[in-house]
């Protein structure tokens, strides 16, 4: 009788592929398998450090312009490498423009319009995502539409707007216009129909939720990877913002970054090195940002893309 046992286990053993060891190793180097990284070849590596030389290229020409003389820079060749004027031309840049305020300036005006872009985006993106009413698709196609609309076409009428309401050279002419933002709603509407389930709200508004307990407690946390590039895009965009800034502030006021930088180098000749030492002022704060941030925003765009 045992060996009958014996005899079907083995054939059992057989017809699964392979003895229970066999099928226990075999699961071990696939859970190895599966936990293993790829690693690039010498190809990629080399294309990946090219990417990163051409995208340092800028900034670290911009820190050699910066601490050079305007007539070096005029030479042939120009510098390739750093010179000694750095720090004389970055307090020069500093002082005549007054880029401590512009500076803040910016990060007001940036910072608001990122946490005012992304509310705002969110709570229409979801209403055109998850809501029914009527004309949904009509005002989501009139929304998107404005995109096509060049922004130069609006200038008139929304400075006549402005200085109707008294509010020219002050930070909130720069801000109301751009709080909010199609592509915004656009972006948050594509992500949240696929990120967040119907059947989770419908169970939410069984519970007695309201609209803004749901859009709090559920729509909020699903949809915070998004909300973090969003926030992330619109707060570069703002900060790097000079057309409608430089027709709605002036140097003497209330300028941001890029307008004060209009004021450096002026002169019979333009002084290149100082105007290049302004804009890595201008740059510090985004570097800065980034470096501290950078972490948390590269893991908002790969955990919504997972998502996506």
């Known amino acids: 009788m045992s060996a009958v ?3 079907g286990r083995a054939a059992e053993a057989t017809e699964g592929g392979g003895s229970p060891d066999t099928k226990a190793s075999r699961g071990n180097k696939g859970a190895k398998g599966a936990g293993r ?13 090219l990417f990163t030389i051409g995208s340092l290229f800028p900034l670290v020409w911009t820190a050699i312009a910066a601490s050079r003389t305007s007539t070096r820079l005029a030479e042939t060749p120009p510098p390739f490498w750093f010179g000694g004027n750095l720090f004389k031309n970055l307090d020069t840049a500093w002082n005549d423009v007054n880029m401590g305020a512009a500076l803040l300036n910016t990060t007001l005006v940036a910072g608001t319009i990122a946490a005012g872009t992304v509310l705002f985006s969110t709570i229409a993106g979801f209403a055109f995502a998850k809501l029914r009413f009527r004309f949904k698709n009509l005002l989501l196609m009139l929304t998107i539409g404005t995109m096509m609309v060049p922004p130069q076409l609006s ?3 929304l400075y006549m707007a402005i200085a ?4 020219t050279d002050q930070l909130q002419a720069v801000i109301l216009p751009t709080l909010v933002s199609a592509f915004g709603v656009f972006f948050m509407r594509q992500y949240l129909t696929q990120a967040l389930p119907s059947e989770l709200i419908e169970a939410a508004r069984v519970d007695g939720a309201s609209s803004l307990r749901v859009i709090w407690h559920i729509v909020f946390p699903v949809a915070r990877p998004a ?4 926030g992330m895009l619109t707060f570069v965009q703002a900060w790097n913002d000079f057309f409608w800034p430089i027709i709605a502030l002036t140097q003497a006021g209330n300028p941001t970054v890029q307008v004060a930088l209009t004021g450096l180098g002026r002169g019979y000749t333009v002084d290149q090195s100082l105007i290049m030492a302004g804009a890595l ?4 704060p985004l570097l800065i940002a980034f470096v501290l941030f950078g972490k948390q925003i590269v893991g908002g765009i790969m955990q919504g893309a997972v998502k996506g």
């Not at 909300?227 to 969003?230: I, Q, R």
């Open 155 to 157: 200038v008139v009428p």
């Open 281 to 284: 002022l201008g740059t510090l």
């Open 37 to 49: 990284q790829l690693h690039g070849g010498k190809i990629t590596y080399a294309v990946l450090i």
């Open 164 to 167: 109707k309401l008294e509010w």
């Open 227 to 230: 909300m973090a590039v969003l």
């Open 5 to 7: 046992i014996s005899s």
